[in-house]
């Protein structure tokens, strides 16, 4: 069992910062990457960023140079820092984990930002 629990979204004015957190908890052996994807109203779901066991870390081109993300393994937590935020950066975000030596996906429920104009 495996669960998977984001925090921080909410409603935040254009040029604004967020950061969303997601802590993974439950039986855990080892995490090999953590990400972020995003769905828009409309829109089909897209990665985000993710960062591997290995700090490698690879970005949409449309969030680049303004998004950051960041990773915890003590407390296998992955974090994303938001910043400059856009209308279009509206969506619900959903935090996802590979876990363990069969690679296996797991995906937190979501939390929705929105960003004002």
């Known amino acids: 069992q495996v669960q998977l629990v984001e925090s921080g979204g909410g409603l935040v004015q254009l040029g604004g910062p967020l950061r969303l957190s997601c802590a993974a908890s439950?039986?855990?052996?080892?995490?090999?990457?953590m990400g972020w994807h995003r769905q828009a109203p409309g829109k089909q779901r897209e990665l985000v960023a993710v960062i591997g066991s290995g700090s490698t870390i690879n970005y949409a081109d449309s969030v680049k140079g303004r998004f950051t993300i960041s990773r915890d393994n003590a407390k296998n937590t992955v974090y994303l820092q938001m910043n400059s935020l856009k209308p279009e950066d509206t969506g619900a975000y959903y935090c996802?984990?590979?876990?363990?030596?069969?690679?296996?996906?797991?995906w937190g429920q979501g939390t929705q930002v929105t960003v004002s104009s």
């Open positions: 996802n984990a590979n876990i363990g030596l069969r690679y296996k996906d797991y």
């Open positions: 439950g039986s855990i052996f080892s995490i090999n990457a």
